[in-house]
């Protein structure tokens, strides 16, 4: 009779080693003290980071030599809508490695509708406009798992340290008054000029009559009326 021996069997998972990062090897990405709410820092914490909060006046995430503005779809979105965005393109012109990414792509549809009322098209003649005119790269990412990963990636790179003396940019007087006029909807670089030009000063287009208003914006000088005239 033939006898079967049994051997146990083992376990190899239990007696891996798992390897430990040396605190001072651990590679540190700066991040903007306003994205504490965000699960990025967490995801990036788990692969290895340290992370450092800092108030940044130009972007979210600094890994070596890039700096990162991070934008979720509704962010992206309300930040066309009231020009701020305009500005941190503007602001992060002056790095030479900058990246807008965009994040939650996966659990928000960037071309609709519902995106405060925004159209479609004109979204897609924003980012052009990033890529094409502002010479920035974008990334979009499922969530911010996904970002994470990204950025892990990125920090991989053998790239130099990036200065943390970014400046905000200041506008000057005549891009102030430009600032305020474009806030109205629907109103543009371009007509936000041609009113300045032919009232003066932002008091005398307030005061204007619908109009010479017209002669400028069209059926948009009612809304302009209405939001000038509206109760808090």
């Known amino acids: 009779m033939k006898i079967i021996i049994k051997r146990p069997i083992q376990d190899i998972f239990s007696k891996k080693k798992i390897k430990q990062i040396n605190p001072e090897q651990k590679q540190k990405i700066i991040i903007d003290y306003r994205e504490k709410n965000s699960f990025v820092a967490s995801y990036l914490i ?10 940044l006046k130009v972007g979210d995430y600094i890994v070596k030599d890039v700096v990162i ?12 809508i009231n020009k701020r965005l305009l500005n941190q393109i503007e602001e992060l012109k002056q790095f030479e490695n900058k990246l807008l990414l965009i994040e939650g792509i996966s659990e928000q549809e960037l071309y609709t509708e519902d995106n405060l009322g925004m159209n479609a098209n004109a979204i897609r003649g924003f980012l052009l406009s990033v890529v094409l005119k502002h010479k920035i790269p974008i990334i979009y990412t499922k969530n911010s798992e996904d970002t994470a990963k990204f950025i892990n990636i990125l920090s991989k790179k053998k790239t130099k340290e990036v200065p943390l003396n970014g400046v905000k940019k200041t506008l000057s007087k005549k891009e102030q008054l430009q600032f305020i006029i474009e806030s109205f909807p629907g109103i543009g670089p371009k007509k936000s000029k041609e009113l300045l030009k032919k009232f003066g000063k932002i008091q005398n287009i307030i005061n204007a009559p619908i109009e010479d208003l017209k002669k400028i914006l069209g059926k948009k000088a009612e809304t302009i009326i209405e939001i000038i005239n509206r109760n808090y």
């Open 69 to 80: 503005e991070r934008k979720t779809v509704s962010d992206f979105i309300s930040s066309i």
């Open 46 to 55: 788990r692969l290895g980071f340290e992370i450092e909060f800092k108030e």
